[in-house]
């Protein structure tokens, strides 16, 4: 069943990127370019529309005692700021600036985005073996 929920709720993200174009990296470097004379305003309603729901959802989440599809509510393993995480924000906010792409709307566009987007797929698939690595040694 959670596998379930977990597909369904993968597929309704997917197909919200979709309709939204946000696996259009150059929605995302337009919004990205506020100076630029270029700013498209899409991704601030993307991302407030996620905010608005969130707000309603999380306070209701943080009451649970179990997850829909059974077992524990997972929180954050950390709620501590570190070197690791700036680092981490620090490179994938750099990523994102220069290929227009995150994780989510790259997998949502794999099939229609091109030989871009599966590049960056692989780059990032590539990325997290290394990192796997790193962090085993």
């Known amino acids: 069943m959670r596998n379930l929920i977990a597909l369904v709720a993968g597929l309704v993200f997917g ?17 990205l370019d506020v100076f630029g004379g270029a700013w498209d305003p899409t991704l601030a309603f993307v ?23 059974g077992g524990t509510m997972q929180g954050p393993a950390s709620t501590g700021i570190d070197a690791k995480l700036i680092a981490g924000a620090a490179v994938f ?7 227009g792409l995150c ?3 790259a997998l949502a566009g794999l099939l229609i985005g091109g ?8 780059a990032m698939v590539a990325g997290m073996a290394a990192f796997s690595l790193v962090q085993k040694a």
């Not at 991302?47 to 599809?69: N, S």
């Not at 030989?115 to 692989?122: E, S, Y």
Request: net charge positive; aromatic share 8%.
């Open 47 to 69: 991302m407030g529309g996620a905010t608005a729901v969130m707000t309603i959802v999380w306070p209701i989440a943080r009451k649970q005692t179990a997850a829909i599809g």
């Open 115 to 122: 030989w871009p987007v599966v590049t960056f797929v692989l």
């Open 103 to 105: 994780p989510g709307p």
């Open 93 to 99: 906010g750099i990523g994102w600036g220069l290929a």
């Open 15 to 31: 197909l919200g990127m979709v309709v939204s174009d946000m696996i259009n990296p150059a929605r995302v470097l337009g919004f």
